[in-house]
Structures are given as C-alpha cells and as structure tokens.
C-alpha cells in the first residue's frame, strides 16, 4: 500500500493561490492513480480531481475545473494540486488519495492524513 503525506496547507485571501503537495511512497510511482479530494466542515467528503496513470489524463469536479490542476513530479515522487482564484467555498480539509480504481468516479485504496485549506472572504 502506498503511503501518502500532503503538505502545502494554510490560511490564503479570496482569488489568491495555493499549491498542495503529496509525496508518495511504498510503490513505484506511475503505476496507480493519484487524487484530491476536500471535506469541508458538515460535509461530505467529495472528489477534487484524479490522474489516471493508464491514460495520462486528469479529471476535475466542476467545482474546479479551470482553477485547480493536478500535475506530478517523477523524480520527486510527488503530486501536486494548484489552486487558482480560491473562493471561501473552497475551504476544506485537502487529502491526497492513491491506487484504487476509477470508473465513472474514483475509488482510492490509500489517503494521506489532510491539510487544512483556508480561503478568507
């Protein structure tokens, strides 16, 4: 199983950015899939975006399609969420999720432990 470790969180001003990072360990990087996902106080946890290793392609909640980006550094084993134009909804407990498998949506097999994301209105 993979272990995950996010880092990148913290207290950010309404339509500035922030960019969270997740290094991965335990297995070869490039053979799973690798994602975001948000819980925001009272809520449910609800998918950000996935990289499907397979296919090469990322897909995005339209929540954030055009301000959020997922991309990943090889050497460094390490998957990345930039965030653009933050809004306040935006506020949430960010974690990274691994393996699994992705159908119509994606299934994780491993999570990293979260970091806080605070956008101020």
């Known amino acids: 199983q993979v272990q995950l470790a996010e880092s990148g969180g913290g207290l950010v001003q309404a339509g500035g950015s922030l960019r969270l990072s997740c290094a991965a360990s335990?297995?070869?990087?490039?053979?799973?899939?690798m994602g975001w996902f948000r819980q925001a106080p009272g809520k449910e946890r609800e998918f950000v975006g996935v990289w499907i290793w397979s296919r090469d392609v990322t897909y995005y909640a339209d929540s954030v399609k055009g301000r959020f980006t997922i991309s990943r550094d090889n050497a460094q084993n390490t998957v990345y969420l930039q965030m653009h134009r933050l809004k306040p909804e935006d506020t949430a407990v960010y974690y990274c999720a691994a393996e699994g498998y992705y159908t119509d949506r994606y299934y994780p097999k491993s999570w990293g432990q979260g970091t806080q994301v605070t956008v101020s209105s």
């Open positions: 335990g297995r070869p990087f490039n053979t799973y899939h």
